[in-house]
């Protein structure tokens, strides 16, 4: 039943050495979120561990809900920052 869980997946949204990175660093960083946040997504919903949870504890899809939906904020606040980083810092005119 705990394999059915979906883990905890959030990120800070400022870390330390955010602001030192250059353009490729960001860009990188944002290319590996996005991958994650699509991950993080897929694991929301009807899914088939949502689906097994169900039948043997209800309350789970709950609880599954709750953390995909944290993990995509947290994704999603990091990809905003970073987004402000690389265009104060790489789409200067």
């Given at each position: ?68 939906k944290k993990n995509q904020d947290s994704i999603n606040a ?12 790489c789409l200067k005119d």
């Open positions: 039943m705990i394999a059915g869980c979906v883990s905890n997946q959030t990120v800070q949204t400022v870390q330390a050495g955010d602001f030192d990175m250059n353009c490729a660093q960001l860009n990188m960083e944002l290319t590996n979120l996005g991958a994650k946040f699509e991950e993080v997504k897929s694991e929301s919903g009807a899914t088939g561990d949502n689906v097994a949870l169900g039948f043997f504890f209800w309350p789970g899809i709950i609880v599954n809900e709750q953390q995909a990091r990809l905003t920052h970073l987004t402000k980083l690389y265009s104060g810092k």
